[in-house]
């Protein structure tokens, strides 16, 4: 089964940008539809965006403009850019494909996640 590896999070003030990356282990990457998801305390695990295989993306309307969801192939990585990042923005953050029933629920098992605090 495939797995995914986050990294890059970790603290940042109001307005600041963090980039996260995700790496996969298949060699079939490339036909992985790909998205990002957060989990604030207390809540539950949200998608935030989301690349198919074609490269189209799609945000919740919370981030749109401030997040950018891209992906290399090459690398079996897809990345998180984040830009004019908000307290609200707090959370840990994971990746993974949908599973045949859709985005709602996972394709495969949950990787360990990386932590974005957003504070001043």
């Known amino acids: 089964q495939v797995r995914f590896v986050e990294s890059g999070g970790g603290l940042v003030q109001p307005g600041g940008s963090l980039r996260l990356s995700c790496a996969a282990s298949?060699?079939?990457?490339?036909?992985?539809?790909m998205g990002w998801y957060r989990q604030a305390p207390g809540k539950q695990r949200d998608l935030v965006a989301r690349?198919?295989?074609?490269?189209?993306?799609n945000y919740v309307d919370s981030v749109k403009g401030r997040f950018t969801i891209s992906r290399d192939n090459a690398k079996n990585t897809v990345y998180l850019q984040m830009n004019s990042l908000k307290p609200e923005d707090t959370a840990v953050y994971y990746c993974?494909?949908?599973?045949?029933?859709?985005?709602?629920?996972?394709?495969?098992?949950w990787g360990q996640g990386t932590q974005v605090t957003v504070s001043s």
């Open positions: 993974n494909t949908p599973s045949p029933a859709g985005w709602a629920s996972p394709g495969a098992d």
């Open positions: 298949t060699s079939i990457f490339r036909f992985y539809a």
């Open positions: 690349i198919s295989s074609a490269g189209s993306t």
